[in-house]
């Protein structure tokens, strides 16, 4: 079935490092992909999307770009603030027809950006 | 625009006791699901609703059910609770003519099972 593969956190980094998250896919169709963002005592938050390949989703500085030729999506921002601290879930749902599947997600990475 | 709103926000019961949690769906959105995410683990997949009725289940067994009521908002029932069903369970909603599966989720119920 359809799989989320994300790097293990926890992730430590000092602010205005570079911050990538590796995220890979295993799909049999043409799904969406997302990251979702969590921070401490919230709900999910949408962070950026992508539904077909070459897509480059992005938000507040993060980037991630649908590489269907190597099924990854991969995170990205340039210059990291401790207001980035937070979990981070990739994520794919499938297209069936013009409906949405459901949402699959990998496990999560956390990060930590010090001051 | 409102957001997705749970309740409660944190309950304990213990093994074999029943539970009944709450959503209200963002104004506009006519299609909930409901998630667990156990702890250090990403969200899974519960069920979906929309129209009041399930139409997708992810693997969950039926003592995990649902109801979504007129005005959208949404339970999510458990019986016979097991201490594997310690996690925090999200709701979220979306409508159902948007593009990509675009959700909003509540801040969720964490329930502690004893």
């Known amino acids: 079935g359809d799989s989320v593969t994300q790097m293990e956190g926890p992730v430590t980094l000092s602010e205005e490092a570079f911050l990538t998250i590796n995220c890979t896919y295993t799909a049999t169709g043409y799904p969406s992909l997302f990251w979702y963002v969590q921070y401490p005592g919230e709900g999910l938050q949408l962070l950026l999307k992508a539904t077909k390949a070459d897509d480059k989703g992005s938000n507040k500085g993060f980037e991630a770009t649908y590489r269907k030729e190597t099924t990854s999506f991969h995170l990205e921002k340039g210059s990291v603030q401790v207001s980035d601290s937070a979990v981070y879930f990739c994520a794919l749902s499938e297209n069936y027809g013009g409906s949405q599947g459901n949402l699959i997600f990998g496990k999560g990475t956390k990060l930590s950006v010090k001051p | 625009e409102t957001g997705v709103t749970q309740s409660p926000t944190h309950l304990i019961k213990t093994r074999g006791q029943q539970v009944t949690l709450r959503c209200s769906s963002q104004?506009?959105?006519?299609?909930v699901s409901w998630y667990q995410q156990a702890l250090g683990q990403g969200p899974q997949f519960i069920f979906q609703y929309y129209r009041e009725e399930e139409n997708g289940r992810g693997n969950f067994p039926p003592r995990f059910s649902g109801l979504q009521f007129p005005n959208y908002s949404s339970e999510l029932n458990v019986n016979a609770l097991e201490l594997d069903d310690s996690a925090l369970y999200l709701c979220a909603s979306r409508r159902s003519s948007s593009g990509a599966n675009v959700l909003t989720f509540g801040a969720g119920s964490r329930l502690t099972v004893l």
């Open positions: 104004s506009g959105h006519n299609t």
